[in-house]
């Protein structure tokens, strides 16, 4: 089946510009994650989504970051007024806590990620 | 103290050795561990899960030693393929969120 999608790959925009990111899960799972990661840096976790639940957004690095999700699918991870210290690789990530095909509820699968470049 | 602490590396090895990475984590409570692998500009990808008895898949062999809070990796026989960044990854026992090591660097020379 498909895999996590995001879009778009590659995102170059101007400081103090307002961009949106966007990440499609794998079919049935309703856990959502976002990560960040800058170059040569390890995983920065920003939000997670859990079904209906209310997100957990203890990751966020500052008021500019947001991010929706409806329902079960697609999420949108907005960055307003971006600084150039927002750029990096940004992960979208899903799982499905009931696990499936006996796999673990806690493994998450990846999307390619978006790029960010803020010049 | 980091929640996953793992070893930065680079580890360089010649094609055809053992390799072996470490990790400790701080959590008692924690329930589920893997191992992760991210291609240079790619995004990570499950390499195995964790078990407490021990497993193996092929070449790779992952052990876990609750007591110790400690978490290996072996690679046998290593392949040009396996360069990569190794990233130990364990639940945060409060919800389904995983903790993420920095990751292990691993160059396999010819």
């Known amino acids: 089946g498909a895999g996590v999608s995001q879009s778009p790959s590659n995102k170059v925009t101007e400081k103090g510009k307002d961009v949106e990111l966007r990440c499609d899960p794998i079919s049935g799972h309703t856990a959502l994650y976002w990560y960040r990661q800058r170059l040569g840096q390890g995983l920065e976790f920003l939000i997670y989504f859990q079904g209906n639940s209310a997100p957990d957004k203890s990751g966020l690095p500052s008021d500019r970051f947001s991010a929706e999700r409806t329902g079960e699918s697609v999420s949108t991870l907005t960055i307003q007024r971006t600084q150039q210290e927002d750029s990096a690789v940004y992960l979208c990530a899903s799982s499905s806590p009931l696990g499936l095909a006996g796999s673990s509820p806690y493994e998450q699968y990846f999307g390619p990620g978006t790029r960010l470049t803020v010049t | 103290r980091k929640e996953v602490e793992q070893d930065p590396g680079p580890f360089n090895v010649p094609e055809g050795a053992t390799v072996a990475f470490n990790c400790t984590y701080s959590n008692s409570a924690s329930q589920s561990f893997f191992w992760y692998r991210q291609d240079c500009r790619k995004e990570p990808k499950l390499l195995m899960s964790v078990y407490s008895s021990g497993n193996e898949d092929g070449r790779f062999t992952a052990q876990l030693n609750r007591a110790s809070q400690y978490i290996s990796l072996l690679i046998r026989d290593s392949k040009l393929s396996d360069s990569a960044t190794y990233l130990c990854?364990?639940?945060?026992?409060?919800?389904?969120?995983?903790?993420w090591g920095a990751g292990t660097k691993l160059i396999i020379k010819p």
């Open positions: 990854v364990v639940n945060r026992a409060s919800n389904y969120q995983l903790i």
